[in-house]
C-alpha cells in the first residue's frame, strides 16, 4: 500500500511568488493534515480536513495561505505571495479518522530567496 | 496550556547504551502520547505511543513510562544502535484530535 505522497520535495522560489504542495493521502483516509516543520522544531498543524470539510484551519495564517481539498481526496496547500520566513518543510499527514494513528508524507522542503 | 516540553534538545549515547527521552505536557485533557521517530529527508514516522490509563508499554527495545500525576512522560531505548540515530518527537493529542509536537530530540548513537 502507498503511503501518503507529496509533490514536489523541493521548491526554491524568490519571495512575493506564489508556490503550491500537492498531498494525496493513504488509500480510505478520511482525514488530512497540513504541518509546518521549521528547521529544528517539531511540526506544527495549519490545517486539518475531515472528508472535504476543514474543521480546524485555526494556526493557518489566512492572509497568504490557502488550502483546499475537492472531493475529500487529495488536498493543495498554496502560498501567496511567499516569504522568506515561509521556507521550511510542509508535511502532509492522514488517518482514518481523526483519533487514529497519523502517517505523514516525505514533504515539501520550501527555500523562499 | 497546549504546549509539550521536550528534552534533551540532542543526547550521545555509546552503542549498547540506554537512551532516555523526556517529555512533559500541561494539559489533562491530552488522551493520547505518541513518539514519532525522523531520518534527515523523511517524515516522522510513528515509534510507540500510549494512553494515560496505562504506565508503562514496551515494545522490543523500545519503552514509554508515563506519569499521569506528574504529567510527564519518556521514551527509553535500550540496547541503542547507530541505526536508532534520528530526531525524536513527543506528541499529545488533544481534545480536538491534533498532535501537538515537542521540539525534537537529536540522538546521536557513536559505534
Known amino acids: 500500500e502507498a503511503g501518503v505522497v507529496q509533490s514536489p520535495r523541493y521548491k526554491i522560489i524568490e519571495k512575493k511568488q506564489p508556490v503550491a504542495f500537492w498531498c494525496n493521502p493513504i488509500s480510505g483516509h478520511n482525514t488530512l493534515y497540513w504541518y509546518l516543520q521549521n528547521l529544528g522544531q517539531g511540526p506544527e498543524l495549519l490545517i486539518r480536513y475531515e472528508n472535504e470539510e476543514a474543521v480546524d484551519d485555526s494556526q493557518l495564517p489566512k492572509d497568504r495561505f490557502s488550502a483546499e481539498r475537492l472531493k475529500g481526496v487529495d488536498s493543495t496547500l498554496k502560498i501567496q505571495p511567499a516569504e522568506l520566513g515561509d521556507s521550511a518543510v510542509y508535511l502532509c499527514a492522514s488517518s482514518w479518522q481523526g483519533n487514529t494513528e497519523a502517517f505523514f508524507g516525505q514533504g515539501t522542503r520550501l527555500t523562499v530567496v | 496550556q497546549q504546549q509539550v516540553k521536550q528534552s534533551p534538545q540532542s543526547l550521545i549515547v555509546q552503542k549498547g547504551g540506554i537512551s532516555i527521552i523526556n517529555c512533559a505536557y500541561e494539559?489533562?485533557?491530552?488522551?493520547?502520547f505518541p513518539w514519532y521517530q525522523q531520518f534527515p529527508g523523511k517524515g516522522p514516522a510513528l515509534l510507540i505511543a500510549i494512553r494515560p490509563d496505562v504506565s508503562e508499554k514496551k515494545e522490543g527495545r523500545f519503552t514509554i513510562s508515563f506519569n499521569k500525576s506528574a504529567k510527564q512522560f519518556s521514551l527509553h531505548i535500550m540496547d541503542s544502535q547507530p541505526g536508532d540515530s534520528a530526531t525524536y518527537f513527543c506528541a499529545a493529542r488533544g481534545s480536538q484530535g491534533n498532535l501537538i509536537f515537542g521540539k525534537g530530540t537529536k540522538l546521536s548513537v557513536k559505534p
Open positions: 494539559n489533562t485533557a491530552f488522551d493520547y
